[in-house]
């Protein structure tokens, strides 16, 4: 079974050799450089083709997004300091386990979510994206 077939069959609900490998996960400019060997220097003259590379180096079967770092030290479009300065409003919004449980406590239930998810819609509209990527 080739990749595409895999990944088809898997977004089918059907029998695969084995479960698909998905990259897109990657967001670090370092973890990216670090697979391909190559320094910021290099990577930076053509990104998305490093980019690319390290999802081949990895073998993944289809990538579910296309992070391509614009900058050393960037994260999915977001820089360290504002990855920092979310990680202290979210300290300030919930600041202990009380806090964190009153939050969790508001969301849907799983029924509530189940009875809204509409599954055919979703499941087409993946099968549709995974047809456009392929």
């Not at 930076?44 to 579910?64: G, M, S, W």
Request: glycine residues 4%; hydrophobic residues 35%.
């Amino acid at each position: 079974m080739n990749k595409r077939d895999r990944v088809e069959a898997a977004i089918s609900l059907g029998e695969v050799d084995r479960i698909p490998t998905l990259g897109g996960w990657l967001t670090s400019a370092e973890h990216l450089q670090k697979l391909v060997a190559v320094s910021p220097e290099v990577f930076f003259k053509n990104p998305e083709h490093y980019t690319a590379r390290a999802y081949q180096i990895l073998d993944c079967d289809a990538c579910v997004d296309f992070f391509v770092p614009k900058a050393q030290g960037q994260y999915r479009g977001s820089s360290d300091k504002e990855i920092s300065q979310k990680m202290e409003r979210q300290r300030r919004e919930y600041p202990n386990v009380e806090a964190a449980i009153r939050y969790v406590k508001s969301l849907p239930t799983r029924s509530e979510i189940e009875r809204s998810f509409d599954f055919d819609k979703e499941l087409n509209g993946l099968v549709e994206l995974t047809h456009s990527i392929l």
